[in-house]
């Protein structure tokens, strides 16, 4: 019998990672978004456009589907702005809700085996102060309000009830090539790119100082869901989650360049999340000289353009703080996929490109 897979949030970053690897290893996977995923592997998948905000949709999407043996919950709900919502209740209640309401349904078709939960370096309480280095799982709860403990507490409790089995990772930050999201990078650094070209001034590093990071490619992720859906040995473990590597922003910045057809010029400190909507019709202008997919600024980016600010360091004087993560523990365990994350970032772009999202380098921007 195939196994089949609930991919929730399949539109996502990870979400249509993960509904391309399973599907990909001969899966049947059933994709719950509001807008299809856009894959590039053959495999059997099953969309059903649903808000998961919507409970009684919800539940008719999944019980429509038939017996569903494993869940990959990759949606989130951010609030505008992305940053300040992260101390927001209603967004932490929010998100709740939204897993309880993919749950619910699952409990009575009593055919669950497996729960996939994603978290991040917030986990640590990296946005609200400096973080241990490298933060390992099996330290204590950090102790502020965060979705990710609404989250974990009611799958812990289901699971405990039901007896299915659960598995929490932690990635860095994920790059792929998804847009329209909250929390993309390369189509807001693609945007940016484009929008340089047009006003024939440099591709300038727009931020501060943010210190070097660690990042994990959407596909590493994605087999990362893969392996703990089919590894006993992960059931009830959280794990952290990256490449394998670090890097440098300003070091990174020549090679998106190079990748996208722009010039590096001297660094000039600017707020994306301001710019680019401000150049709204430039982009219009650009999508349709270089005949690009008929989508808006905000259709591309998303809310990303303030995720980026803060990735960025933007207007900040002095580095971040660290935020390395120790990945020990799930290399230990077993998996061992890595990547390069300026191949990571380079192949997301590329991807845009190849998709018309985003001009390539010889595409006539003015």
């Not at 995923?37 to 038939?66: C, K, M, N, Y």
């Not at 390369?186 to 210190?211: D, H, K, Q, S």
């Not at 997919?293 to 002095?318: K, M, N, T, W």
Request: with cysteine.
């Amino acid at each position: 019998m195939v196994a089949t897979v609930l991919v929730a949030g399949a539109s996502g970053l990870v979400g249509t990672a993960a509904v391309e690897r399973f599907a990909a290893e001969g899966w049947e996977v059933v994709a719950l978004s509001r807008r299809a995923p856009e894959l590039t592997v053959p495999g059997t998948v099953r969309h059903i456009p649903v808000d998961l905000r919507d409970a009684a949709a919800t539940d008719h999407a999944i019980r429509s589907v038939g017996p569903l043996s494993h869940v990959v919950y990759a949606a989130v709900y951010e609030t505008a702005g992305v940053v300040a919502g992260w101390r927001d209740v209603d967004q932490m209640q929010v998100n709740r809700d939204m897993l309880r309401n993919v749950l619910d349904p699952l409990t009575s078709l009593g055919t669950l085996a497996h729960v996939n939960l994603l978290q991040g370096t917030k986990a640590y309480g990296a946005h609200l102060h400096r973080i241990p280095i490298p933060a390992r799982e099996g330290a204590p709860r950090d102790p502020h309000a965060n979705f990710y403990w609404l989250q974990e507490d009611l799958v812990r409790q289901r699971a405990a009830e039901e007896g299915w089995a659960f598995t929490v990772l932690r990635p860095q930050l994920i790059v792929g090539p998804a847009c329209g999201v909250a929390l993309s990078m390369p189509p807001v650094l693609g945007v940016y790119a484009a929008l340089c070209r047009a006003e024939g001034r440099p591709f300038a590093f727009p931020g501060g100082f943010p210190g070097v990071g660690e990042a994990v490619d959407a596909r590493i992720v994605a087999g990362a869901l893969h392996w703990a859906a089919t590894t006993p040995a992960a059931a009830g473990e959280t794990y952290n989650l990256t490449n394998g590597d670090v890097f440098d922003w300003r070091q990174l910045w020549p090679v998106l360049a190079d990748t996208l057809g722009v010039s590096v010029g001297p660094d000039a400190p600017l707020r994306l999340g301001e710019y680019l909507p401000s150049r709204a019709a430039t982009w219009d202008a650009i999508v349709a000289r270089c005949g690009l997919r008929p989508q808006s600024l905000s259709q591309v980016v998303g809310e990303s353009h303030h995720f980026a600010d803060a990735c960025l360091a933007v207007g900040l004087e002095r580095a971040l703080p660290p935020m390395f993560v120790s990945t020990i523990k799930i290399r230990q365990a077993g998996f061992s996929e890595f990547a390069d994350t300026e191949r990571s970032f380079c192949d997301a772009l590329r991807t845009l490109i190849h998709r018309r999202v985003l001009p390539g380098p010889h595409d006539p921007v003015v």
